[in-house]
């Protein structure tokens, strides 16, 4: 049995230094050694009630991984993980732990919680470098399901259902798996490599991708059900469609949706000089938003040459969505936090061209429906900073076109599919989960809902072949 580490702290994890990071991709942490590992696994006091485990949405055994990596038995950690997660290396780097599995950890009461993410992230990178992925040759039951979308839900629903012996098929609309965590996470977060290689098991697994395929364009759901064989549909598809904030000038040249100003850098590569892929030269650009994907965007500005970065937030610090370990990120990076600030109006030159956003100063009014405080304007604070690139990144709703395209598909007034504790929806053989049902939440949430629906979908089709 490993000697217990008591120390309060969290065995820290090695970093880029913060000025060369902030113009580079490479990814922004190191990930811990083997000794890091086994140290901070020695702080883990095992618990026999297991408070972190129900945090976590998709109950990952925690004490029992770490355990196993006290013991030197990477492996089996990694199986242990696997149990509930199949995304480990992605959980371990982007599940807002502190919220999560940390949040309930017994050695977070006094002191820094056990780094269970940091813990996740090292088992699953290490059975990475040391095991090649290999086929399990499930046999298959004869039974097609398909799958709209490649994100984290359609990813963990496919993953399942293949273990079960089913012949599953993900119908992607863009170039390449992997949803949000390629077209949107940036590779200084999650490199590419990580994404790639938990899909590339899928394939192993018999997972068939079809990327280029815009189900309810190239195809529907009644085609696929009716005319290819399907006998159940999981719709994966996500929130993409982006929310603007319906100010003057909005439609100016050099205002993005963050969705699209991530696509281009993440995904068609934008910052490789081998790429043609256009996007802006900025100098000075805010990024309106206080969530993870502004992060995101505010980190990728200053990684693409800009010179200042803003932050624009209407909200304070503590109200602020992103995951602190981001923010904290940025800021050592250099950006620009104006909290307590909204803009009101985009200005323009005359070729239409961005110049400058005016802001008005903001304080916090008493809570309203959701519990935080309501931001109000402070009258006659106006003031305009100079600007050549605005990045919207307020949140994001379902796209309408699957909705528009599938017979008797329920939805809500913003366009989330309704779907039942199982990821049932209205449409008899069709299941939902993830941001398509929820709007825009977490990679694990998604991954959870997907899992949750592979159980139901077998469940349906063996009731309806009994
Ligand atoms: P998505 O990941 O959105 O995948 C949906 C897929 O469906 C996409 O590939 C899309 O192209 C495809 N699709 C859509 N319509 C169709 C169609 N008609 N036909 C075929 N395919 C279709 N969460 C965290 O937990 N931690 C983070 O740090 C974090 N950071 C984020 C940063 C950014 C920039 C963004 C945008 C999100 C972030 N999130 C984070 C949220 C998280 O990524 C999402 O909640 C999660 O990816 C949702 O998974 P999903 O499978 O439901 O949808
Ligand atoms: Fe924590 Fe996420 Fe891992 Fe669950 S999947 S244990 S929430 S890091
Ligand atoms: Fe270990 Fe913390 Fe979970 Fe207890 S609550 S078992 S200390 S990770």
Not at 19 to 41: D, L, P, Q
Not at 182 to 202: H, T
Not at 348 to 356: F, Q, Y
Request: aromatic share 6%; hydrophobic share 35%; glycine share 10%.
């Amino acid at each position: 049995m490993a000697k217990r580490n008591m120390s309060p702290e969290k065995v820290e994890m090695p970093a880029q230094d913060a000025k060369v990071r902030a113009r580079n991709f490479e990814e922004v942490t190191h990930g811990y050694t083997v000794e890091m590992a086994k140290e901070e696994a020695a702080r883990c006091l095992q618990c026999k009630h297991k408070p972190c485990v129900n945090g976590c949405p998709v109950m990952v055994k925690i004490p029992e991984f770490i355990h196993l990596i006290t013991e030197d038995d990477f492996e089996g950690a990694y199986q242990k993980i696997l149990e509930t997660n199949v995304l480990p290396a992605i959980c371990g780097r982007v599940c807002p732990q502190e919220s999560q599995c940390e949040a309930l950890c017994v050695r977070g009461i006094k002191h820094e919680p056990v780094g269970i993410g940091r813990l996740e992230r090292f088992v699953a990178d290490y059975h990475r470098e040391h095991a090649e992925p290999e086929s399990h040759n499930y046999e298959t039951n004869g039974h097609k399901v398909a799958i709209v979308g490649s994100g984290p839900a359609g990813l963990s629903c496919a993953g399942d259902l293949a273990r079960m012996g089913y012949e599953v098929t993900i119908f992607e609309s863009l170039s390449e798996g992997g949803g949000v965590l390629v077209y949107g996470i940036p590779e200084f977060r999650l490199p590419n490599d990580i994404v790639k290689n938990e899909i590339k098991q899928l394939e192993l697994d018999g997972v068939k991708i079809e990327t280029n395929v815009v189900i309810g364009r190239t195809i529907t759901i009644d085609e696929l059900m009716d005319e290819y064989g399907y006998e159940a549909v999981f719709i994966g598809s996500g929130a993409g469609l982006p929310v603007f904030l319906g100010i003057p000038g909005e439609n100016s040249i050099g205002v993005y949706s963050a969705n699209e100003y991530l696509t281009r850098s993440n995904l068609m590569r934008a910052y490789d000089e081998c790429y043609d892929t256009p996007i802006r030269k900025s100098k000075k650009v805010a990024v309106v938003g206080g969530g993870n994907v502004a992060m995101d965007s505010a980190r990728t500005a200053l990684r693409l040459g800009a010179d200042e970065v803003y932050i624009i937030y209407r909200r304070s610090f503590e109200e602020m969505p992103a995951r602190i370990e981001e923010v904290h990120h940025a800021e050592e990076e250099g950006v620009i936090f104006k909290n307590l600030n909204n803009p009101t109006e985009i200005k323009t030159d005359e070729s239409g061209e961005v110049v400058a956003m005016t802001c008005i100063q903001m304080e916090l009014g008493e809570p309203d429906e959701s519990g935080r405080r309501r931001p109000l304007p402070i009258e006659g604070s106006e003031y305009d900073i100079e600007l050549d690139t605005v990045i919207i990144a307020v949140g994001t709703n379902p796209n309408p076109l699957i909705k528009d395209t599938t017979e008797g598909l329920d939805v809500t007034f913003w366009g989330g599919i309704i779907a039942d504790e199982g990821g049932a929806t209205s449409r008899e053989g069709v299941f939902a989960g993830g941001d398509a049902v929820t709007g825009a939440a977490t990679v694990i949430s998604a991954a959870g809902a997907g899992k949750v629906a592979a159980t139901s979908i077998d469940e349906y089709i063996k009731s309806k072949n009994a």
